[in-house]
């Protein structure tokens, strides 16, 4: 028979937040084996084998369609898959997991409350350091789409994949887009979050990937699944 | 299918690779009579520049690889840049260069786009006359072409650009405003916030205001209020800005006459002699425009002089405004009728900034095309 895969993060809070959000919906799923192996089973469906992946790798099996379903951030999926309403189907957002990914400009800024002024800054900073303002990110696809809409030229990204909030202090970056859910670590770092410099509100989702092989019976396990969790079949 | 090309399906052996290559050198072999030197640039070019001249939105349209030892890297978008690049490294003299190659450009899922495909092209750095320079490459191309690419599209950059800078209002809106020429959305939000009527201030930025006005003192107090400095951006730049913004509070917003009559100058399109009437009738209001326009016209007259019935070519203001980011003057394309599904078959324009930013500042007014061989095949070849 061929069986549905179902994609959770292999560790961590959100492994277990995942967890408890199919036990609340009838679906119980058990880690089995060592306590570090990376292995489970689901019951209260047939037919679905649990597959636990680093929460950043979920994506791209969902995009390459290697797992039928997966747990993760909406922002991961936004950034790291091209096209991604074409790739996966959101079957639900989760409540948990929530992370907004915002701009934050040092709190020193006085002239600049809103994205709007931050073209005029990127070509005031052009024209007198001889750089384009630098924004500290490592969500580049989305920060590069939300500043075009927005209007804003001049700038350059420089990719940070952690602590990203240092890099202003540290002179690599003078503005940052990142992850924040209480704005402390922003604060701490002397940076504060523009007034509409919110650009995605992101919390964990489950989702469906397109590419995966649906057959008949992978199909009808959805079907089962979906109907015993209370949630609307997706068109794949 | 491995013997596909942009917009033929057999264009990588054979008959349809032997098309291929007679086209190309039947396109060098003209601009080779009109007196070009053929060069070859480097494929792959150093990020920065193209970051320079196009903006961080190149990154989404580019292949970007990293070298170890050169750092980031391009496959290069275009010729335009290597070719500048090339010409600049010789000295700014004047030049003539022809060139044929793939250009790769990274499109969106879903895009039927090819994401290769070969430019064939013409530039041409001259100080001369630039209205000859601009007739001598439409009527090169529109030859090379012929009726296949009859369906012509024209515009001037210089348009917008002059009415812009002739706008009565601060210098730095006119600054905002020339930075996103380009943009039409940016461009259009820009006029909205100059314009009557814009919000009344939020309680901030009146705080800064007033700081402002008492001075750059206040400024700084207020900066040192704000918390611990960190970053590049200084107190000296935020001051410089704040002030800035006292004086921008303080210039009266643009008018809705002024608003109205650059809306105007945008919606200008139809045959060239009456677009150019219509400019003409709008003028006299509108310092900067005058000069524009006696461009437009010495160029109709230079294609008259080559044959081609000037005054009948569609022109329209807004034209190159959204896919040709650094053209700054003529610009033209040249497509198939009945052929959405393919791009302009030629296309180019004037780029005189380009060579300054590139240069360091030593610039040489630039004129070029391209055309795009694959395209002109599928076009000769009915529809697809």
Redesign the interface.
């Known amino acids: 028979m061929s069986r549905l895969k179902l994609g959770l993060p292999s560790k961590g809070r959100l492994q277990g937040q995942c967890i408890a959000w199919f036990h609340e919906r009838g679906i119980a799923i058990e880690r089995t084996g060592a306590e570090r192996e990376y292995a489970g089973t689901v019951s209260g469906v047939d037919g679905v084998d649990l597959v636990l992946l680093s929460a950043s790798e979920i994506p791209r099996e969902l995009a390459a369609g290697r797992i039928h379903l997966g747990i993760t951030g909406q922002d991961l999926v936004h950034e790291t898959i091209p096209g991604w309403e074409g790739r996966v189907s959101q079957l639900a957002a989760l409540g948990f997991g929530r992370a907004d990914l915002v701009i934050a400009v040092p709190s020193v800024w006085v002239d600049v409350e809103s994205v709007e002024d931050l073209d005029a800054v990127a070509a005031d900073f052009r024209a007198r350091h001889g750089l384009r303002l630098r924004v500290a990110t490592k969500y580049h696809r989305l920060v590069r789409d939300f500043l075009r809409r927005r209007g804003v030229a001049d700038y350059r990204i420089v990719d940070s994949q952690g602590a990203t909030e240092g890099t202003v202090k540290n002179l690599t970056a003078e503005l940052i887009a990142d992850i924040t859910s209480t704005g402390e670590t922003l604060r701490a770092n002397h940076l504060r979050v523009l007034e509409d410099g919110l650009i995605l509100a992101s919390e964990a989702a489950l989702f469906a990937a397109r590419a995966a092989s649906w057959g008949a019976e992978e199909r009808a396990t959805l079907a089962t699944l979906c109907s015993r969790m209370g949630l609307d079949e997706p068109a794949l | 299918m491995l013997t596909a090309r942009a917009y033929l399906p057999d264009g990588r052996l054979g008959a349809g690779l032997a098309r291929l290559e007679a086209e190309t050198a039947r396109i060098l072999t003209a601009y080779g009579a009109a007196g070009a030197t053929v060069v070859e640039p480097e494929a792959l070019q150093p990020a920065d520049v193209l970051?320079?001249l196009y903006?961080?939105?190149i990154?989404?349209r580019a292949y970007v690889t990293q070298d170890p030892v050169a750092g980031e890297m391009m496959l290069r978008p275009d010729f335009t840049v290597p070719v500048v690049r090339l010409h600049m490294a010789h000295g700014a003299a004047p030049a003539r260069y022809a060139y044929c190659g793939p250009v790769w450009r990274a499109q969106?899922?879903?895009s039927r786009r090819p994401n290769e495909y070969l430019q064939a092209g013409f530039e041409l750095f001259d100080a001369g006359d630039p209205a000859e320079a601009d007739a001598e490459v439409f009527a090169l191309m529109a030859g090379l072409v012929g009726e296949t690419g009859s369906e012509v599209a024209t515009g001037d950059m210089g348009i917008l650009a002059a009415v812009v800078d002739g706008l009565e209002t601060a210098p730095?809106r006119r600054?905002?405003l020339r930075?996103?020429l380009w943009?039409p959305?940016?461009f259009r939000?820009?006029l909205r916030?100059f314009g009557a009527g814009h919000e009344e201030a939020?309680a901030?930025?009146a705080t800064?205001l007033a700081a402002a006005e008492r001075g750059a003192e206040a400024?700084g107090e207020?900066?040192a209020w704000?918390?611990?400095?960190?970053?590049?951006?200084d107190?000296e730049?935020?001051t410089?800005?704040?002030l800035r913004?006292a004086g921008e509070a303080a210039t009266p917003p643009l008018t809705e006459a002024q608003v109205a009559a650059l809306d105007e100058v945008l919606s200008v399109s139809g045959p060239s002699a009456a677009a150019l009437a219509r400019l003409r009738g709008l003028a006299p209001d509108m310092p900067g425009l005058k000069g524009a326009c006696d461009r437009v016209e010495a160029r109709l007259e230079a294609l008259a002089r080559r044959g081609i019935d000037a005054g009948a070519l569609p022109f329209s203001t807004s034209f190159g405004r959204t896919t040709l980011e650094y053209y700054d003057g003529f610009v033209f394309g040249l497509s198939a009728p009945g052929r959405p599904d393919l791009p302009p078959l030629a296309q180019g324009g004037r780029y005189d900034h380009v060579t300054a930013v590139l240069g360091g500042g030593a610039g040489i007014p630039a004129v070029g095309a391209i055309i795009r061989p694959e395209a002109l095949i599928a076009a000769q070849g009915g529809a697809a």
């Open positions: 970051l320079d903006g961080e939105d990154r989404a969106e899922p879903g730095h600054a905002a930075r996103h943009r959305e940016a939000r820009l916030r939020t901030a930025r800064l400024v207020l900066i704000a918390g611990e400095p960190v970053g590049l951006r107190a730049d935020i410089a800005r704040a913004l």
